[in-house]
């Protein structure tokens, strides 16, 4: 099995996806992921971890009926080491075709943080500032808690991750918040 560099799999997903919104999640889940990381004790992991982030979608924009499934025919065919192959697939668990439990701890974050990522990001697009630096965890719950605003996040999907996880929603919230903050004020000096 092969190893992926995160530049490889940055082209890869770019060979898959050409919305700059799903690109962008890409790179999103790829912060919080090697964010989690480093916070869970995976330090030497963390590029590994980012790597899982920025493809975990990288057959939802062409293949979405088959999202978590075509990804596995995808990675498979190039031989990359399948426990990227694995860890991406488990993040559709209950969701998708592709019914693989997530048990690794990564494979929880990634499932935990999915689907919060997106709610994190249309929560702070609706604020004056546009962002996630002035946000505090009483108005993400308040978006989390109101059913119609980005309806599209599973908030069923979120919970089951903090359940996996045994962490209070309440933790998981605050912390993929703060993972996005320190994500925001990365992108932006990098600009």
Not at 7 to 22: G, Q, R, S, T
Request: aromatic letters at 8%; one cysteine or more.
């Amino acid at each position: 099995m092969n190893t992926i560099t995160k530049e490889e799999a940055w082209d890869l997903l770019k060979e898959y996806n050409k919305d700059e919104f799903h690109l962008k999640h890409g790179e999103t889940v790829s912060f919080v992921m090697e964010y989690f990381a480093k916070k869970l004790g995976f330090e030497n992991d963390a590029d590994f971890w980012g790597i899982v982030g920025l493809l975990h979608d990288l057959d939802f924009e062409m293949y979405p009926e088959e999202h978590c499934v075509k990804v596995q025919e995808i990675l498979n065919e190039r031989e990359i080491d399948e426990r990227i192959t694995r860890a991406i697939a488990s993040h559709g668990y209950g969701l998708t075709a592709a019914n693989i439990k997530p048990e690794h701890i990564m494979e929880k974050v990634l499932f935990a943080t999915d689907e919060l990522t997106g709610l994190i990001g249309a929560a702070a697009l609706m604020r004056p500032s546009k962002s996630t630096l002035d946000m505090e965890l009483k108005s993400l719950k308040k978006k989390y808690k109101t059913p119609s605003f980005a309806a599209g996040c599973s908030r069923d999907a979120i919970q089951a991750g903090a359940d996996m996880l045994g962490w209070e929603l309440d933790d998981l919230l605050g912390q993929t918040l703060e993972a996005m903050r320190e994500y925001e004020t990365a992108t932006a000096a990098n600009n």
